[in-house]
């Protein structure tokens, strides 16, 4: 039951990091995008509507084009679906999760989310990525109180159903980069999963 209820981690990434990476197929059909040693199902793209495409036919979808300065990529969306994000517009700067997906030969999102946010969140970004690659090592045993203390706060807040990830960074005196590396290793190894996108609750 929880192991169906538990979702891939949506990666942060740039869209550019992310045309990089290795598209391993199954059948026809895109599984994943390899990068590096993580296996991307799912991403957290901050980034610009450069284009916006609604169809008036039978078929209904709607398409967007979005650029984060790295590179573009486009969301696709079909069907009802297509209400939830029918106010999204061209110009707005938006935090997208959701999954990845192909189709002749061109990789796209398939969204979950579509957020719109103030357009400083891509400079925000920016820094953060810029920050994790330039992270210097930090002692094993700093990584494991710090993989610890997550555990604790989320075990703590089961009764209110999880914790937001914003508020696990607020209380540990420690790079936020750090922070999510742990939260999205603790997410991989299924010690945590995430109902719904930046809510962690407890698997065990």
């Not at 509507?49 to 709607?62: C, F, P, T, V």
């Not at 990845?100 to 400083?120: C, G, L, M, Q, T």
């Amino acid at each position: 039951m929880l192991e169906a209820i538990k979702r891939q981690t949506a990666y942060k990434l740039r869209i550019g990091d992310l045309s990089k990476g290795k598209s391993i197929m199954e059948e026809g059909r895109l599984r994943f995008v390899e990068l590096g040693d993580r296996q991307i199902y799912r991403v957290n793209i901050i980034a610009n509507i450069i284009d916006r495409y609604a169809s008036e036919g039978e078929k209904k979808y709607l398409f967007f084009t979005i650029d984060d300065a790295s590179g573009q990529i486009r969301l696709k969306i079909f069907g009802e679906d297509i209400e939830r994000f029918k106010d999204i517009t061209q110009g707005n700067s938006v935090r997208v999760i959701g999954t990845i997906k192909a189709f002749n030969n061109e990789n796209y999102i398939s969204p979950e989310i579509i957020k719109v946010v103030d357009p400083r969140h891509l400079l925000v970004r920016k820094l953060e990525l810029d920050m994790e690659k330039s992270q210097k090592p930090v002692d094993k045993k700093e990584i494991i109180a710090i993989k610890d203390r997550i555990i604790e706060m989320v075990k703590n807040a089961e009764s209110e159903g999880g914790l937001e990830a914003d508020k696990i960074i607020m209380a540990i005196d420690t790079s936020p980069q750090i922070i999510n590396q742990e939260i999205t290793r603790l997410l991989e190894e299924g010690v945590l999963y995430e109902p719904r996108p930046g809510k962690i609750r407890f698997l065990g």
